[in-house]
Structure formats: C-alpha cells, structure tokens
C-alpha cells in the first residue's frame, strides 16, 4: 500500500488565490512528521513545512499552512495568496519513528508530487 | 555555510562504467542519505547513515555501494553503470533520525547512463 498518497497529479491557481494540495497518508506508527517539499524547475529540493504527530495546532510557516486532519490521516498543503513563483511540483512527506519496525529509520517516503501551475 | 553540496552536478556515463557521487554537508548533522528521483516520481531513498561510521540500505540499494568517509562526508559509488540508473541523485542531511527533524537537501546530480 502506499504509504503516501497526492491524487492531483496538476493543479491551477490564479495568481493571488488560496490552493490546496492534498496529501493522505498511512502508518501504524503513532509517532511520526508530515513535511512539504517544494521542487522549482531547477530541481532542487526546498523544505517548506512540518508537521508532528502530536501536535495540537496546525503548522504555519508565511504563506503556508497544513491542514492536518490525524483521523482522516491527511495533511494537505494550503498556499495562500499565490504568487508566479509559486509554479513548481510540491511533494508530500513522511517520516515514520522507531516504532515503524523496518530498517530505514529516519527514512522519507514521498509522495508522488503535484505540478502545480500560476496563472497571472 | 553552504549546507549540503554535491558534485558533480552532471554526468554521463556509458554502461559498465563505475563512478562516485560525492556529497558533503557543513551542518554537523549525524544523518545523511541518498535518494533517487526518477521522471515524474517522488525521491525513493538508496542508502543512508544513521551516524558517523554506520551505513544501512533503504529502498532502492541495488547496483550502488556508500562509505560514510567522516561526520560531513557520503559518497555514492556505482559500480556497473546500468541505463535503468538514469536519474536524479540528492543527497540529504538531518541532526539525527528523528521524526520530527527536517532534512536538508543538496541541489542534486544529474545522472545520464547510455
């Protein structure tokens, strides 16, 4: 089963609007991060936000918030006021605890992504 | 502080050919990884290093090999070259493995095997 689901593969915003990317997740283990990756077209990787198992609020980080829903198991990215730049592929991450069982401790998993499109 | 920095930045290999993917992280984290990214897919993770002196295989290890040669320090070697590892290689560092720390990203090598 994947482990961490992005069902839109595009996504378009008008330039100045509020998007919602959405992410669902699946783990046992009650300990683990959410986190957002941003990827421009230069490729690189840049960490936008996070998110704990036991946090009680939301996270916020300038223009962008989680919408962490833990019994729904979804933690989708909203990006406020869309600027040009915005333009990239955004991808959804987990980081699962000691308790995951496995070998990859402290591993990733990310999700497939979401090209996301501003229109001016 | 340059954070975690990788080279080369490109590279084309012919099959069979072997080579190494040097990566370097100034942040005094303990972990450090590799992960792949293939066309239109998320990053799958190859090896990594919980710490200084261990190595461990995540996903994806086949056809590569990593030394953990200091704390800062993480090379990837492919040793065969094969087409199927066309792909984008980042290297990562975190403080230790925990859940709740971010990971740090360098810019990523771009691998062509023909």
């Known amino acids: 089963a994947q482990k ?62 989680l919408n962490f829903q833990k019994a729904r198991k979804s933690a989708n990215l909203v990006i406020s006021a869309s600027q040009l730049g915005d333009s990239a592929m955004y991808f959804c991450a987990m980081r699962e605890g000691f308790h995951a069982g496995g070998t990859s401790y402290g591993k990733l998993t990310f999700g497939q992504g979401t090209i996301l499109t501003v229109h001016p | 502080n340059a954070g975690v920095t990788q080279t080369p930045k490109f590279q084309v290999l012919k099959t069979g050919q072997s080579m190494t993917l040097q990566c370097a ?58 087409p199927s590892q066309t792909s984008v290689y980042f290297c990562a560092s975190s403080e230790e493995g925990n859940p709740g720390e971010t990971q740090y990203f360098g810019p990523g090598t771009r691998l062509l095997v023909l």
């Not at chain 1, 330039?15 to 077209?41: H, I, M, R």
């Open chain 1, 4 to 65: 961490i689901t992005q069902t839109q593969p595009g996504m378009f915003v008008q330039e100045k609007e509020a998007v919602t990317l959405d992410c669902t997740y699946d783990t046992s283990d009650p300990s683990y991060g959410l986190f957002w990756y941003k990827q421009p077209s230069s490729g690189e990787m840049i960490f936008l936000i996070y998110q704990g198992s036991y946090d009680q609020q939301n996270a916020t980080e300038g223009r962008y918030s």
């Open chain 2, 25 to 82: 992280q100034d942040m005094n984290h303990n972990s450090m990884y590799w992960y792949r990214q293939d066309p239109g897919m998320g990053l799958r993770l190859i090896y990594y290093s919980a710490s200084e002196g261990t190595t461990d295989k995540g996903e994806v290890p086949n056809g590569y090999n990593v030394s953990r040669l200091n704390k800062r320090e993480f090379s990837l070697r492919l040793e065969s070259a094969a």
